[in-house]
């Protein structure tokens, strides 16, 4: 039998499948209300996560970014997937998104897993170590604050407004002065803190059971992130939002500039 770990993996990896091969079709737009839309793919991929965790996990709960919560309703594994991160990106044939898929076992996520279908990269976690799997082989996943970079979402809610707001962020003449700001409008970004690619993520929102950011979040703390909300309290407690740095000093900066703005 399959992990859990195993399965996360495997279930992002099909919804990927789903994901790719549907890029570039005539892009259904199903509406969501509040300029909010999912596309055909959105849809697929998800069906094709949840069948691979019916099939092995038939007793777990999953709460689908699409098809909202299914299964034993006292259950204390709770699935939650995003099968399309960055739908729009996607819509107008930009390939930068992720499928996402974490288990939620009591409180804590105990698996995830975010896949990259278009580089055929999957980052993962077991709840103890963080790696990154490309053609078949893992290597562990080492954060870094080198590059500056700091991708901040700008996609609402904005349940912190109007004491924070992203693009103030980014307007802020500090900010420019000790990072330089990244928008890849896809929860992607999230893992590739934990990758070194970026040296932190910035977002306003909600966080719990997010079915956006639960992965993401998972990978960077096994990988030694720094993962507050935005007041620096842990990220399901406070005012929410998220704030994810690859060491102490660049997660200090942001949290001193992030208190500015309030």
Wanted: glycine residues 12%; negative net charge.
């Amino acid at each position: 039998m399959m992990t859990d770990v195993e399965l996360a993996r495997a279930a992002a990896l099909a919804g990927g499948a789903v994901v790719r091969d549907m890029f570039g079709g005539p892009g259904e737009r199903l509406e969501k209300g509040g300029g909010d839309f999912a596309t055909a793919a959105d849809v697929a991929a998800e069906r094709a996560v949840t069948d691979v965790i019916r099939a092995a996990r038939p007793d777990d709960a999953v709460t689908g970014e699409e098809g909202g919560r299914s299964g034993p309703s006292g259950a204390e594994r709770m699935w939650l997937v995003d099968p399309l991160c960055g739908t729009l990106n996607y819509a107008v044939r930009s390939p930068l998104v992720s499928v996402n898929v974490a288990l939620r076992a009591g409180r804590d996520v105990t698996a995830a897993a975010a896949a990259d279908p278009f580089a055929g990269e999957v980052f993962w976690t077991d709840g103890v170590r963080a790696c990154l799997r490309r053609d078949g082989v893992d290597e562990p996943l080492r954060p870094s604050p080198d590059s500056n970079l700091v991708e901040v979402n700008l996609d609402p809610p904005f349940p912190n407004a109007p004491g924070f707001r992203a693009a103030a962020l980014l307007a802020d003449p500090g900010f420019g002065a000790r990072f330089r700001p990244r928008v890849l409008s896809t929860t992607l970004a999230v893992a590739w803190v934990a990758a070194g690619r970026r040296a932190a993520y910035v977002t306003d929102g909600r966080m719990h059971d997010n079915v956006h950011f639960a992965a993401g979040i998972a990978v960077c703390r096994a990988a030694g992130c720094v993962v507050t909300g935005l007041d620096g309290r842990p990220s399901l407690t406070g005012s929410g939002g998220l704030v994810v740095a690859s060491d102490d000093e660049t997660h200090a900066a942001l949290l001193e500039l992030v208190g500015s703005l309030r």
